[in-house]
């Protein structure tokens, strides 16, 4: 199929799917025919920028675009346009992916079933089924246009699973890469130390070409792994014999007692097949595990809380034509409004968990066992002393894979 055909189809699947779905935010579609037949150009003369020339591609709308307004799902920004690109969206456009539009999601990036929208709802459906199914969040509006086809591949942004969630309800490859290795410059943020912009694809060989193009250094963000880092790391890996087998561990505390019957069978067949490919499962700990949802839920709101300060009216946002608040507050009315709930409760509760009363019991805590279950994992993936040479013989004290 033609690049102009597939595209023609992703489009045409905007229009058929777009109202049953709400995958994307309400806009006008800027330049996508002529950017498409350039590219089309491009490839019937032989000189494609690269192997994303002419993708459409599908952008979290809390991912900053000049093309698009950047509404992060919320009243308060709803007519914010960003004079600037994030970092990832110029890396698509000199790669030659075509920005098909800006994705729903859950206000902020503050939900997991992408339904805390100022646009409403993502929906996702199964055919037969009657009734709408949830999409996952907060990168529902990604994941689902991928899945109906209405885009090549979307990014998204995952702090606590809102790449990984809606990838799995809605059927799709969803990649969160580590932290640090792709820029989150011109991502409006929801929790500074946890964010990281993802890819959604309907096959990983799709979401590797994403990834490749995106996972660069960048010097604005003060995040973003070094050069030298990743010249560092990559040599490191290169000594390793990647052809030999994986040693692949196991986390006895994922395997909870409340997993459903049907996960815990696609568990133990991902196994089974590791297995069948040559590759060794080790069972392995990670004791802090069991604390890492209740810290999750102190850290993220505590660092929201801090983040959305700046949305008053004033620097940015839509300024509410109302009185000013009780004691002349000037911008609690237009915070009141433009905020939605559940926004409002995270703020809340970060608040309070960094308030002086309460910050040594619930963030530094909190802080502690993220550190712990930091050297879990760091404990399970220990590599040998990177100064000595890799044995050839690889011994059961080594960490897994």
Known sequence: MSLLAKAERCLLNQVHSGSRVNAFIPS???????DLEDANARREEGRHVSNLDGSLMAIK?????????TSCGSEILKAFTSPYDATVVTKLRAAGAIIAGKTNLDEFGMGSHSTHSCFGPVRNFVKG??????AGGSSGGSAIAVATGQCNAALGTDTGGSVRLPAAYCGIVGFKPSYGLVSRWGVVAYANSLDTVGVLANDSHDAKKVFDTINDYDVRDPTSLSQTSRSRLAALLSRRERQRPLRIGVPVEYNIQELSAMVRDAWLCTIHHLQRLGHSVHQVSLPATKHALSAYYVLAPAEASSNLAKYDGVRYGIRNDDKDGIGGVLYANTRGKGFGDEVKRRILLGAYSLSAEAIDNYFLKAQKVRRLVQQDFNDVFAMPNPLLDVPDAHSELEGVD
């Open 61 to 69: 709308d809390n991912i900053c675009t000049e093309q698009y307004a």
């Open 129 to 134: 089924v009657k009734n709408d199914i949830s």
């Open 28 to 34: 006008k579609k800027r330049g996508i025919i002529k």
